[in-house]
């Protein structure tokens, strides 16, 4: 083999390395994942609606979790597959559902379309949708928003569980003396969207504010802050975004 030869070898050989090491990035970057949260609505025998949740979590690389709605019922789903962009989920028979119940779908970033049978083998149609589960949500989160007076503040505040109900602590923001110590109420979480509300003392004045977060990502929130200063009769509301600090 002549140098001439021998460099254009080396050349393909090297653009096929960078090829396949883009091929499997492209890969690894589209596969779907189906772990995590899904909720999705079912209609019952007497032709209600029943709110229902999937949780899926990896273990030695195979998915498991649960199934469970709003009658109160639960139930460990048996299978879970996903092949490209098709899913499969399976939840053994039991005294509710005689049958295996089967959730099939195509999945589409954050949502999964398709059918599914709950009490005979006529399918249904299904449709779910991705949500951050409090479990997922918990740890510091920073908060970025604007008040009206053009100040920008980044409160923090820490999202925990206890006995599966949401707690919440604030951080005192860096550098800021104005507000005094929070008395936090009325927190609740429900399927990726938390509420809570605060009362803290501002310049010698009582401040209420009634936060509205959604999780968007295990790493990203949206929402908004109503605020209220009563001894003025002087509110209002604005937009807040934030990311997780750990």
Same mark, same amino acid.
């Given at each position: 083999?002549?140098?001439?030869?021998?460099?254009?070898?080396?050349?393909?050989?090297?653009?096929?390395?960078?090829?396949?090491?883009?091929?499997?990035?492209?890969?690894?970057?589209?596969?779907?994942?189906?772990?995590?949260?899904?909720?999705?609505?079912?209609?019952?025998?007497?032709?209600?609606?029943?709110?229902?949740?999937?949780?899926?979590?990896?273990?030695?690389?195979?998915?498991?979790?649960?199934?469970?709605?709003?009658?109160?019922?639960?139930?460990?789903?048996?299978?879970?597959?996903?092949?490209?962009?098709?899913?499969?989920?399976?939840?053994?028979?039991?005294?509710?559902?005689?049958?295996?119940?089967?959730?099939?779908?195509?999945?589409?970033?954050?949502?999964?379309?398709?059918?599914?049978?709950?009490?005979?083998?006529?399918?249904?149609?299904?449709?779910?949708?991705?949500?951050?589960?409090?479990?997922?949500?918990?740890?510091?989160?920073?908060?970025?928003?604007?008040?009206?007076? $053009?100040?920008?503040?980044?409160?923090?505040?820490?999202?925990?569980?206890?006995?599966?109900?949401?707690?919440?602590?604030?951080?005192?923001?860096?550098?800021?003396?104005?507000?005094?110590?929070?008395?936090?109420?009325?927190?609740?979480?429900?399927?990726?969207?938390?509420?809570?509300?605060?009362?803290?003392?501002?310049?010698?004045?009582?401040?209420?504010?009634?936060?509205?977060?959604?999780?968007?990502?295990?790493?990203?929130?949206?929402?908004?802050?109503?605020?209220?200063?009563?001894?003025?009769?002087?509110?209002?509301?604005?937009?807040?975004? $934030?990311?997780?600090?750990?």
């Amino acid at each position: 083999m002549n140098l001439l030869t021998n460099r254009f070898a080396t050349i393909c050989f090297a653009a096929l390395v960078v090829m396949a090491g883009v091929a499997e990035a492209q890969t690894k970057k589209t596969t779907p994942q189906l772990k995590g949260s899904w909720k999705f609505d079912r209609e019952s025998l007497d032709g209600k609606k029943v709110k229902c949740v999937i949780c899926l979590k990896e273990v030695d690389g195979k998915l498991v979790g649960e199934y469970s709605d709003s009658e109160k019922f639960k139930q460990k789903i048996s299978s879970a597959v996903v092949k490209g962009d098709e899913v499969e989920i399976k939840i053994a028979p039991s005294d509710k559902w005689t049958a295996k119940t089967v959730f099939k779908g195509k999945m589409d970033g954050d949502k999964i379309t398709g059918t599914a049978n709950y009490y005979s083998s006529d399918p249904d149609k299904w449709k779910a949708t991705r949500f951050i589960s409090l479990d997922e949500a918990a740890g510091t989160w920073r908060m970025v928003f604007t008040t009206p007076d $053009g100040t920008e503040r980044k409160p923090e505040f820490v999202l925990s569980a206890k006995d599966g109900k949401p707690q919440i602590k604030m951080n005192p923001a860096e550098g800021d003396d104005e507000t005094g110590e929070a008395e936090i109420k009325n927190v609740k979480y429900k399927q990726g969207l938390l509420v809570f509300d605060m009362t803290l003392d501002f310049q010698q004045q009582e401040l209420s504010l009634e936060y509205e977060i959604e999780f968007m990502t295990t790493d990203t929130i949206e929402g908004s802050m109503y605020f209220e200063l009563k001894a003025i009769g002087q509110g209002g509301e604005v937009d807040l975004e $934030g990311e997780r600090v750990k």
